[in-house]
Nanobody
Framework: QGQLVESGGGLVQAGGSLRLSCAASGRAANNFAMAWFRQGPGKEREFVAHITWGAGTTTYADSVKGRFTISTDNAKNTVHLQMNSLKPADTAVYYC????????????????????WGQGTQVTVSS
């Protein structure tokens, strides 16, 4: 059974940066599309960023485009989310998610499409 463990959250001032990591254990990262979602206070969980397992094609929510970067390190079974120019609106619990896919170019942008979830890591951005 696969497991995802996030790390790297914390408290940062507006304009600062954080790098989240998600380590996958119990399975190889190959053939798994990966994504980050977040859930802010009193809000529903929302999509943040996605990366396909084939060509590594990335997709971002409009609210983070140009500020966040998703990447994978297949040798370490890890996916990262580099977050720059953080805003108070980015405050949320961030979750990584994985889904097995036979098609390396398919994008999965909805949370119900994902089979595996991490426990979440808190990101707080102060103004």
């Amino acid at each position: 059974q696969g497991q995802l463990v996030e790390s790297g959250g914390g408290l940062v001032q507006a304009g600062g940066s954080l790098r989240l990591s998600c380590a996958a254990s119990g399975r190889a990262a190959n053939n798994f599309a990966m994504a980050w979602f977040r859930q802010g206070p009193g809000k529903e969980r929302e999509f943040v960023a996605h990366i396909t397992w084939g060509a590594g094609t990335t997709t971002y929510a409009d609210s983070v485009k140009g500020r966040f970067t998703i990447s994978t390190d297949n040798a370490k079974n890890t996916v990262h989310l580099q977050m720059n120019s953080l805003k108070p609106a980015d405050t949320a619990v961030y979750y990584c998610a994985a889904v097995s896919s036979s098609n390396g170019s398919t994008r999965y942008l909805r949370d119900y499409e994902y089979s595996y979830w991490g426990q979440g890591t808190q990101v707080t951005v102060s103004s």
